[in-house]
């Protein structure tokens, strides 16, 4: 789906020298198994510390270090540790793993939770701004080896965040020169990003479809869905809806939430799965002892108490949770049945976490499904020192999963998925049965004047992905608003190519 010449200019403010490739991704490929690396968990204190040498990386296929940032003086890049991340070759002995890990990549990631987004937010609106980053993206890239990128702008679009209504286009300007730049030094560097799965998130910040061709992969944070923000103890990567879950938190899972980047025109091969190496927890409220999903908090408190390694409220490793469970008179553990997830409780504290369990079952989906592989934020809180059971237990059932599983091409609509063979073996998890073939739209539609076609059905419209018409259907009581380009209240649409009665 390429954009024309005529919109780049209008919009990104300049002309591309030569067209970026679009990537094909990661059909035929293992599946992927990508590390996040915390470059400050170095300070962590005790058995919390983590450096470069403690990194498994015979079980990542790649690994990221995060995180960098950007000046909003020189527009380039800005390195936030200089003397772990420079002075100690903290870059350096990073790469410096490919040559005892051979097949491994290494990426650099830029931006993260801390930095916000008012800086990218001003730099994406720029062209000369846009340049001068991606020039020095590429002089770091050379300086160190890098093997790829990873943008973790948190998020484009986001008022609440720093951001603007037209950080959307201006994103996917940066993306298109970040391609074009790396295609010209033609050393294969790939080009991923950190993503949410929220609904509003995605129509404010990225055009999906564009982006996803632009990129080798998207690593989905299909976590931290639920948190003290939200006012009730809750687990924070629940793979399906619960019975409990309503309105805002309704589709607010790993399924539906990877189910809507596939909506949206980004093909599954492309897509990877996030899995969380750490738990979100909570205060209850004072003689609360009720400890089932959705329980009172006391929100004031910020979270649950500050674990003994990452000390951060409402926060705890993976490594602190299991030691809280083992211990005599400890935590008591439990299982969210529906959402696939465990979670554990003692006194007024409450967390919600993944355990080896889980972490399998998000496996057998992601080969259910056919994604691109997983991902986890943060390889540093495994129980990396085996204090709990085995050494790295959780990134052991991701590696033991995917090690194997070859990424199969998936067809996709939002009726139907079906698979094309492949010359390479097929996942060992059995896929849910393919449905019938999907109905056709009708050949009148045309997708060579943009990316959204009204249907004759109000309730219905086609997205172009990849210049073809993909059927979709709004919400039930919605109809599609030609104008806004969304799905609205039908007192709020006025059509008449099609029958609006029966939606009144």
Not at 43 to 65: E, F, K, N, Q, W
Not at 125 to 137: E, F, G, T
Not at 327 to 341: F, L, R, Y
Request: charged fraction near 20%.
């Amino acid at each position: 789906m390429r954009t024309s010449a005529a919109w780049l200019l209008a919009v990104c403010g300049l002309a591309l020298a030569v067209w970026p490739s679009l990537v094909s991704g990661n059909v035929g490929d293992r599946g992927r198994v990508v590390c996040y690396f915390s470059n400050w968990a170095i300070y962590r204190p005790g058995i919390g510390r983590y450096g470069i040498d403690d990194v498994p990386a015979s079980m990542c296929t790649h690994l990221v270090y995060s995180f960098i940032g950007v000046s909003n003086v020189t527009w380039g890049v800005l390195v936030i540790d200089p003397e772990n991340d420079v002075e100690n070759n903290g870059f350096a002995n990073f790469t410096a793993l490919k040559g005892k890990y051979p097949g491994l990549k290494t990426q650099l990631a830029i931006g993260g939770w801390a930095e916000g987004g008012r800086k990218y937010s001003a730099m994406a609106a720029v062209p000369a701004r846009r340049q001068s980053l991606i020039a020095s993206i590429v002089e770091y890239m050379k300086r160190y080896g890098f093997d790829g990128f990873d943008l973790d702008w948190e998020y484009p679009g986001a008022a609440d965040r720093g951001g603007s209504f037209s950080d959307k286009n201006h994103f996917k300007c940066f993306v298109q020169e970040l391609r074009e730049a790396f295609d010209a030094e033609d050393k294969g560097w790939e080009i991923t990003m950190a993503v949410p799965l929220a609904k509003f998130r995605l129509q404010e910040g990225y055009h999906v479809p564009e982006l996803c061709e632009l990129v080798d992969a998207i690593h989905v944070m299909s976590y931290d869905l639920r948190g003290n923000w939200a006012g009730f103890a809750d687990t924070h990567s629940p793979l399906y809806k619960r019975p409990h879950d309503q309105w805002a938190y309704e589709k607010l899972n790993v399924h539906d939430g990877l189910k809507l980047w596939q909506d949206m025109g980004c093909p599954a091969h492309k897509l990877v799965v996030g899995v969380p190496f750490y738990g979100r927890s909570f205060t209850l409220s004072a003689g609360n002892k009720d400890y089932k999903l959705g329980t009172y908090i006391n929100k004031e408190a910020g979270g649950g108490k500050p674990g003994n390694y990452t000390q951060a409220k409402g926060f705890l490793a993976y490594y602190e949770i299991c030691l809280e469970i083992q211990e005599v008179g400890g935590w008591t553990e439990k299982w969210d049945e529906a959402g696939k997830v465990p979670y554990a409780y003692k006194g007024t504290q409450w967390v919600g976490f993944e355990n080896p369990k889980s972490v399998q079952i998000k496996m057998d989906f992601i080969k259910a499904k056919g994604y691109g592989g997983a991902m986890t934020w943060a390889i540093d809180m495994d129980d990396f020192r085996g204090v709990c059971g085995p050494k790295d237990a959780l990134i052991s059932v991701m590696h033991n999963n995917m090690k194997d599983y070859i990424v199969p091409d998936i067809q996709y609509s939002t009726t139907t998925t079906t698979r094309r063979s492949t010359t390479a073996s097929r996942p060992s998890t059995q896929p849910p049965a393919a449905p019938d073939d999907n109905e056709l739209p009708p050949a009148a539609v045309d997708c060579s004047d943009g990316d959204f076609v009204a249907h004759h059905d109000c309730s219905k419209y086609y997205r172009c992905v990849y210049g073809k018409p993909v059927e979709f259907s709004c919400y039930e009581g919605t109809v599609w608003n030609p104008q806004l380009r969304v799905c609205d209240r039908p007192s709020d649409v006025h059509r008449t190519d099609c029958s609006m009665a029966k939606h009144s």
